[in-house]
Nanobody, 121 residues
Framework: VQLQASGGGLVQTGESLRLSCAAS????????MAWIRQAPGKEREFVAI????????DYADSVQGRFTISRDSAKNTVSLQMNNLKLEDTARYYC???????????????WGQGTLVTVSS
């Protein structure tokens, strides 16, 4: 299984960024997909999760209303649209997959390598 994240970069506060994660080697329709982030010196933090069908989503309180998770079954990709970015959003963002949807899940079956998002003032 491979989860290849992309789209990270350096942006200023208030700007937007879109992350994508391409999945291969798994049965796409069986997995909920999520974004988890880890800031320097901090523990991993749940960001957002979307169910296998795409019909259910959940977000961390810190990103609710600013971030949107979505999935494209034709391309086996999951995306994270991040708007109104804040300094505290600076982190490496990982995509992850798990068989069962659980709101704000911490444990996943597969992890990608992450993509770095840096927000500057």
């Amino acid at each position: 299984v491979q989860l290849q994240a992309s789209g990270g970069g350096l942006v200023q506060t208030g700007e937007s960024l879109r992350l994508s994660c391409a999945a291969s080697g798994l049965t796409w329709s069986n997995y909920a997909m999520a974004w988890i982030r880890q800031a320097p010196g901090k523990e991993r933090e749940f960001v957002a999760i979307i169910s296998a069908s795409g019909g259910i989503t959940d977000y961390a309180d810190s990103v609710q209303g600013r971030f949107t998770i979505s999935r494209d079954s034709a391309k086996n990709t999951v995306s994270l649209q991040m708007n109104n970015l804040k300094l505290e959003d600076t982190a490496r963002y990982y995509c992850a997959a798990r068989r069962l949807y659980v709101a704000r899940a911490r444990n996943y079956d597969y992890w990608g390598q992450g993509t770095l998002v840096t927000v500057s003032s």
